[in-house]
């Protein structure tokens, strides 16, 4: 036989010993079949689990953010209320605060502009 159909055939002759292989040892590959079907069942299963626990925290992180929200909303309304010129002046007597006798002055911004000369 020419080295030319020796290395034509080669790849045959591997097939041939890969199918008498697994002819032979038939049990231990549907074994090893069923052990890797196993472990991918198991791994889909964790990961599917995994992705359900992080669904319900990030639903929790949620509801959390909009209760604070909310929660953030009613504080800000209760501090404008307590701001509120009307509250402040109710309050004036219990601070001791007493009304002016004459009226404010204010500062005018217009004045000219004046520097020394030195």
Do not use: W
């Not at 791994?43 to 509801?63: F, H, I, K, P, W």
């Amino acid at each position: 036989m020419s080295r030319f159909s020796q290395t034509m055939f080669s790849s045959i002759r591997q097939t041939r010993h890969l199918l008498s292989f697994f002819q032979k040892h038939l049990a231990m590959v549907n074994c090893c079949i069923f052990i890797f079907s196993v472990f991918l069942a198991m791994t889909y299963v964790v990961q599917v689990n995994s992705s359900a626990t992080n669904g319900y925290r990030l639903r929790d992180l949620e509801n959390s953010i909009n209760q604070l929200t909310l929660d953030n909303q009613n504080l800000q309304i209760k501090l404008a209320e307590i701001r509120s010129v009307e509250n402040v002046s109710s309050k004036v007597p219990m601070l001791g605060l007493v009304k002016a006798k004459t009226s404010p002055i204010f500062l005018s911004n217009q004045a000219p502009t004046v520097s020394l000369n030195r």
